[in-house]
């Protein structure tokens, strides 16, 4: 493990083992603190952050992007301090945490026993949103998590992950997928995150007006094992409380290759993404490069979209 990683694990650590000690207002404006502080570096991030913004608000000038970008890095941190302390909320702040709308899209698609796919871009908190699932509705759940440098690292996210409830499989290594189906055929309840394709294989979809890729994943789990396939959009307001809803199903095509099912499903789920960051951009927390037209000259130069 170099240095820088195991800086980053140990920073990492000491969220977790800090913060969620903090009282909840004390957190909140450590997270402001640290969101306004990075904002003003103009880093990397928050440059990407605007860079992405412009394309979800593309007739907002340099002021109100640079305003937005600074509610993007507020809106991140709260998620951040929101995960380091969620170990630590009892079942009534968790249940308390989150107010979804359209709730019986998900409830009927359960009871249902055909097994439920919820795809999520990274709008606000989608671990609270899990955690919400797991103790106000008593529904465990399969998710994915990219593995992350160090390896520490990404058993700390595991170990958090399943201590709210989910069952957490490594994106990398091929079985993820099969486990998953298993999980649906069964009747159960699958959550993705699925607004970034971390393979470069992923589905071409129409995103803000211009290609960007999304992963397959979810398009096809509904085909292959018959699940309904939900989009989820999230919001934080002035509350304590992250809004949310839950959107109609995705419905399978009854004509038309695998492949161009798998397009069509992928690109409504895309719709509805962006129907959510349109209304909510600065929740949107997206610090990389999403866009083709942005991952192509990487790539053309040798280094890794």
């Given at each position: 493990?170099?240095?820088?990683?195991?800086?980053?694990?140990?920073?990492?650590?000491?969220?977790?083992?800090?913060?969620?000690?903090?009282?909840?207002?004390?957190?909140?404006?450590?997270?402001?603190?640290?969101?306004?502080?990075?904002?003003?570096?103009?880093?990397?991030?928050?440059?990407?952050?605007?860079?992405?913004?412009?394309?979800?608000?593309p007739?907002?000038?340099?002021?109100r992007?640079?305003?937005?970008?600074?509610?993007?890095?507020?809106?991140?941190?709260?998620?951040?301090m929101?995960s380091?302390?969620?170990?630590?909320?009892?079942?009534?702040?968790?249940?308390?945490?989150?107010?979804?709308?359209?709730?019986?899209?998900?409830?009927?698609?359960l009871?249902?026993?055909?097994?439920?796919?919820?795809?999520?871009?990274?709008?606000?908190?989608?671990?609270?949103?899990?955690?919400?699932?797991?103790?106000?509705?008593?529904?465990?759940?399969?998710?994915?998590?990219?593995?992350?440098?160090?390896?520490?690292?990404?058993?700390?996210?595991?170990?958090?992950?399943?201590?709210?409830?989910?069952?957490?499989?490594?994106?990398?290594?091929?079985?993820?997928?099969?486990?998953?189906?298993?999980?649906?055929?069964?009747?159960?309840?699958?959550?993705?995150?699925?607004?970034?394709?971390?393979?470069?294989?992923?589905v071409?979809?129409?995103?803000?007006?211009?290609?960007?890729?999304?992963?397959?994943g979810?398009?096809?789990?509904?085909?292959?094992?018959?699940?309904?396939?939900?989009?989820?959009?999230?919001?934080?307001?002035?509350?304590?409380?992250?809004?949310?809803?839950?959107?109609?199903?995705?419905?399978?095509?009854?004509?038309?290759?695998?492949?161009?099912?798998?397009?069509?499903?992928?690109?409504?789920?895309?719709?509805?993404?962006?129907?959510?960051?349109a209304?909510h951009?600065?929740?949107?927390?997206?610090?990389?490069?999403?866009?083709?037209?942005?991952?192509?000259?990487?790539?053309?130069?040798?280094?890794?979209?």
């Amino acid at each position: 493990m170099s240095a820088g990683e195991r800086l980053t694990d140990a920073l990492y650590g000491l969220g977790w083992s800090t913060v969620k000690k903090l009282p909840e207002p004390a957190a909140a404006r450590l997270g402001r603190t640290i969101a306004d502080l990075a904002w003003k570096r103009r880093g990397k991030g928050v440059l990407r952050l605007e860079a992405n913004y412009a394309r979800v608000v593309p007739d907002a000038g340099p002021e109100r992007l640079a305003e937005l970008s600074r509610a993007g890095m507020r809106s991140y941190l709260r998620y951040w301090m929101e995960s380091f302390r969620l170990p630590a909320w009892s079942p009534e702040r968790v249940r308390a945490g989150f107010d979804p709308k359209d709730l019986h899209h998900l409830t009927d698609g359960l009871a249902s026993g055909r097994g439920v796919v919820l795809a999520l871009p990274h709008l606000a908190n989608w671990d609270l949103a899990g955690a919400w699932v797991t103790t106000a509705l008593g529904t465990p759940f399969t998710t994915v998590a990219e593995r992350l440098k160090p390896e520490t690292l990404y058993d700390r996210f595991v170990a958090y992950r399943e201590g709210l409830g989910m069952e957490v499989l490594p994106h990398s290594g091929g079985s993820a997928f099969g486990t998953l189906a298993r999980r649906l055929r069964d009747g159960g309840l699958v959550c993705l995150v699925a607004d970034r394709d971390l393979s470069a294989s992923g589905v071409e979809v129409e995103f803000f007006g211009e290609s960007a890729r999304m992963p397959a994943g979810p398009a096809l789990l509904a085909q292959q094992t018959g699940a309904l396939l939900l989009p989820v959009t999230l919001w934080y307001d002035d509350s304590p409380v992250m809004r949310g809803r839950v959107h109609p199903p995705i419905e399978v095509p009854e004509s038309g290759t695998r492949a161009e099912k798998t397009s069509s499903m992928t690109q409504a789920l895309a719709d509805a993404f962006a129907t959510g960051i349109a209304d909510h951009p600065e929740d949107w927390h997206m610090l990389q490069r999403l866009w083709l037209a942005d991952l192509e000259p990487r790539a053309a130069d040798g280094e890794r979209p």
